[in-house]
């Protein structure tokens, strides 16, 4: 299966919502997804990325179909050490498990690098996420830490439990 990111577009966005299930809207985007939402967020980080925000987003590609996306945002820190770069990701559900979030976290990862944005790649997983977990860890990312988060909520309104995995870049 051949891997690819592509800057997200605004043409990617009935892809992105197609790609969500409950799972995404728990651990990912916090509430389901609209089309014009998508490309109102697509549309808010080109913004961004003019006056100098660094949070970048890409789609996932799998053999030609968007099936789910990865950001990265040097600029969160809850958690994390000066010179982490977090990344989030979220992918179909029906092409879990073979392998496309390790690529494309490692796929980033090599952006990243390339851009010389920090010392190292972090993934924030919820402790409720062992499926997150796996990705981080399969794509060669080592725990870290436990914590509580200052900016993340669980279901139930209450601070998010996660565990932090980093790779040096």
Request: hydrophobic residues 40%; proline residues 3%; contains cysteine.
């Amino acid at each position: 299966m051949d891997i690819t990111l592509r800057a997200l577009r605004r043409e990617d966005a009935r892809a992105i919502v197609a790609a969500e299930d409950d799972a995404t809207v728990r651990f990912l985007s916090g509430g389901r997804s609209t089309v014009r939402g998508t490309e109102e967020f697509i549309d808010r980080l080109e913004r961004e990325a003019k006056v100098g925000r660094s949070k970048r987003a890409f789609g996932i590609w799998a053999d030609g179909a968007c099936v789910g996306t990865v950001d990265f945002d040097p600029q969160v820190n809850d958690g994390l050490e000066p010179g982490d770069v977090n990344i989030a990701y979220g992918v179909a559900p029906w092409i879990r498990g073979r392998g496309v979030a390790v690529r494309a976290v490692d796929l980033v990862c090599g952006i990243i690098a390339e851009r010389h944005l920090g010392e190292r790649a972090a993934i924030r997983a919820s402790a409720e996420n062992p499926a997150s977990q796996r990705v981080a860890e399969k794509a060669g990312f080592v725990f870290s830490h436990e914590m509580r988060s200052t900016t993340d909520v669980d279901d139930q309104g209450r601070p998010e439990a996660l565990r932090v995995f980093v790779r040096a870049l």
